[in-house]
Nanobody, 122 residues
Framework: QVQPVESGGGLVQAGGSLRLSCVASGRTISGYNMGWFRQAPGNEREFVAVITWSGGNTYYADSVKGRFTISRDNSKNTAYLQMNSLKPEDTAVYYC???????????????WGQGTQVTVSS
């Protein structure tokens, strides 16, 4: 059973940057797509970004395209989310998922972390 653990969240002013990390234990991530999702208070969890197992393809929600970058380092069993030009509406708990796959028009995940809080002040 793989267990992802997120870190790197915090409080940042609008326009600032944060880098989230997701370290997976229990199994190598090298054969799995990795994804980031987020959930704001009162909202459902939503897709943010996915990177395929090889790192060759990335997918982003329209709301973060051009500002966020997903990457991975399979040698460290880690995925990253670089977040630039942050906005107050990016405030949410950010979750990492190992084993993401297409479900309908969006993405779903198999194994989830506990999340890390990102708060963007105006």
């Amino acid at each position: 059973q793989v267990q992802p653990v997120e870190s790197g969240g915090g409080l940042v002013q609008a326009g600032g940057s944060l880098r989230l990390s997701c370290v997976a234990s229990g199994r190598t991530i090298s054969g799995y797509n990795m994804g980031w999702f987020r959930q704001a208070p009162g909202n459902e969890r939503e897709f943010v970004a996915v990177i395929t197992w090889s790192g060759g393809n990335t997918y982003y929600a329209d709301s973060v395209k051009g500002r966020f970058t997903i990457s991975r380092d399979n040698s460290k069993n880690t995925a990253y989310l670089q977040m630039n030009s942050l906005k107050p509406e990016d405030t949410a708990v950010y979750y990492c998922a190992v084993g993401t796959y297409r479900c309908g028009s969006s993405w779903c995940g198999d194994s989830w972390g506990q999340g890390t809080q990102v708060t963007v002040s105006s």
